[in-house]
């Protein structure tokens, strides 16, 4: 029997775009949609009629609550690109997928996204729990309503989703240590870079900076760590300011960390000497780090697998609304040390269907 599988390897598309030219969807270019026509009528396709018969049956629907995301900041496109992936793979099984977008910066954002959310009565929701104290209220509200929850990206402890999936914030740090000190001389001081403002609040990165500083405190206690709180890799002038500050006072730091995906920013305000001198690691594939990490600003980029997170999330929730399939607690993704000679081979189906979808 052919399946949408066999359809799209032929026609060298995705899986989903198969299915919009199926069911009429849009959003596929004309010269991709005639293609993959012929190769339904060549190959006499036809929709599985069980399939379809179990997707009117069940009918369930999945809220997203995620971080918006643009030009500059762009790391939350990633997860999000996984996720339409994987909702359009799972549609012909009853399963539909609408999303929520807040702005990361802004708890009330995030609350007020959220109750729009719950006008839809979900049967599963998949959210960041980007705030602590808003989270709590969410939280409370998803158990007194009896909706299964999952974390996507973050973990919060304390608190007992259905299932978390994403990476080990901790070890991704400790990591991350170990690999600065591999690359420092041994009598280079090392300084980490945050954002102070509420993303204060964004366990992931916290857990990331205790990684960092527990490697050093359990290998090497004798380097120095510095760190720098930032009010916004945004404002390009007041981080130049503060970092240029910061390494004049400290101008033993051999390496500067960022716990997050704005690396890049800080690449743009460092001087061309100290962008050849300095060891900088950073977080995630976004296009603006990756350039950084070809160029050579860049040392290391670990990889939080973005694109697999929302892939697997919308899985994980399928199989346990349509198959019953219990949940795992805990879904750890690998921990990819990315490096420019290895970059352009990272997250392959991620790239495919970005350009299936741009096609």
């Known amino acids: 029997m052919v399946r949408i599988k066999d359809i799209a390897l032929e026609a060298n598309v995705s899986e989903g775009t198969v299915d ?12 991709t949609e005639e293609k993959v026509k012929k190769i339904l009528e060549r190959r006499n396709f036809s929709i599985n009629p069980v399939a379809s018969a179990l997707a009117m049956k069940n009918n369930h629907h999945v809220a997203v609550l995620i971080p918006e995301y643009n030009e500059t900041d762009s790391f939350w496109k990633l997860p999000y690109l996984g996720l339409l992936k994987a909702s359009e793979e799972v549609k012909n099984i009853g399963v539909n997928v609408s999303y929520f977008k807040f702005n990361h910066y802004n708890p009330e954002s995030f609350l007020a996204s959220y109750f729009k959310l719950m ?11 980007m705030f602590l104290k808003e989270t709590h209220v969410i ?7 009896k909706v299964p929850y999952v974390f996507l990206n973050v973990d919060i402890e304390g608190l007992s989703p259905h299932a978390y999936i994403g990476q080990d914030s901790y070890t991704s740090g400790f990591i991350a240590g170990k690999l600065m000190k591999l690359s420092l001389c041994d009598a280079s001081d090392c300084g980490i870079l945050q954002i102070n403002t509420k993303m204060g609040d964004n366990q992931a990165i916290l857990k990331r900076v205790k990684g960092f500083k527990d490697y050093y405190e359990t290998e090497f206690k004798s380097v120095l760590l510095h760190e720098l709180s930032i009010s916004s890799f945004g404002d390009a002038e007041n981080l130049a300011s503060s970092v240029h500050s910061f390494l004049e006072e400290f101008p033993n730091i051999g390496g500067l960390f960022v716990p997050s995906s704005r690396i890049s920013a800080l690449v743009k305000v460092l001087s061309e000497t100290q962008r050849n001198t300095l060891k900088l690691i950073g977080f995630d594939n976004t296009p603006q780090n ?6 050579g600003s860049v040392l290391f980029l670990i990889s939080q697998k973005p694109f697999d997170q929302g892939y697997e999330a919308i899985r994980m929730v399928s199989d346990y609304l349509v198959r019953n399939k219990e949940f795992k607690e805990k879904r750890y993704l690998p921990i990819d040390i990315l490096t420019k000679e290895n970059v352009d081979y990272n997250d392959a189906n991620q790239h495919i269907f970005e350009t299936d979808l741009n096609s």
């Open 119 to 129: 006008e839809i009565q979900p049967t599963a929701v998949i959210m960041v729990p």
């Open 139 to 145: 939280v409370g509200e998803l158990n007194k309503n």
């Open 290 to 295: 990756v350039t950084c990490l070809k160029n």
């Open 20 to 31: 919009r030219v199926l069911h009429n969807r849009g959003g596929v270019s004309k010269k």
